[in-house]
T-cell receptor, first 115, second 114 residues
């Protein structure tokens, strides 16, 4: 299956720890998007990356959150010093080009729980 | 800023009955429009999309949607639902001027009665 792969599927962290979420885009896709889904809410855009570049990070919280998409390897969403409010499902999507009319293909998400 | 509204949070429908999910968007120009479906614990699957042209769009799983510019709406329909259609449905928009990010509605959860 050459779909968008996210791992881990579930992640439990204690307050103050770091969380690292990984996303491997579909084969041939070089554009990655991260979204967050809080309980009982829709998905909210966080960040859009191309290989080695952050294109749009307008949805990222100003502190503790960072994202990267290195030349080799998966995209990483990193949350430092996690708090209870970070508990959510984090979804990664990819597309072959960074155009608004290119459908984004989603992974199954990482469900982050903060104790 | 663009926004998407799905007025119905929950809809319950009997198996075999028709289904219509509402979606309204707010944006100065016609955006690109999408419907996604999410089964519990899963990611989002694209049902259909509208970019331009014919305002009635056919998608997968027997779904269709109609773009109505005058009403800023993009409602999703299915003539006869199956139990497997129970899921959450999200309408989303994108526009070049707003970058490539998707803006999602709050979702409509569909329950199917036997």
């Amino acid at each position: 299956n050459a779909g968008v792969m996210q791992n881990p599927r579930h992640l439990v962290r204690r307050r103050g720890q770091e969380a690292r979420l990984r996303c491997s885009p579909m084969k041939g896709h070089s554009h990655v998007y991260w979204y967050r889904q809080l309980p009982e809410e829709g998905l909210k855009f966080m960040v859009y990356l191309q290989k080695e570049n952050i294109i749009d990070e307008s949805g990222m919280p100003k502190e503790r959150f960072s994202a990267e998409f290195p030349k080799e390897g998966p995209s990483i969403l990193r949350i430092q010093q996690v708090v209870r409010g970070d508990s959510a499902a984090y979804f990664c999507a990819s597309s072959p080009e960074g155009a608004s009319n290119q459908p984004q293909h989603f992974g199954d998400g990482t469900r982050l729980s903060i104790l | 800023a663009q926004s998407v509204t799905q007025p119905d949070i929950h809809i319950t429908v009997s198996e075999g009955a028709s289904l219509e999910l509402r979606c309204n968007y707010s944006y100065g120009a016609t955006p690109y429009l999408f419907w996604y479906v999410q089964s519990p614990g899963q990611g989002l699957q694209l049902l259909l999309k509208y970019f331009s042209g014919d305002t009635l769009v056919q998608g997968i799983k027997g779904f269709e949607a109609e773009f109505k510019r005058s009403q800023s709406s993009f409602n999703l329909r299915k003539p006869s639902v199956h139990w497997s259609d129970a899921a959450e449905y999200f309408c989303a928009v994108a526009h070049k001027a707003a970058g490539n990010k998707l803006t999602f509605g709050g979702g409509t959860r569909v329950l199917v009665k036997p």
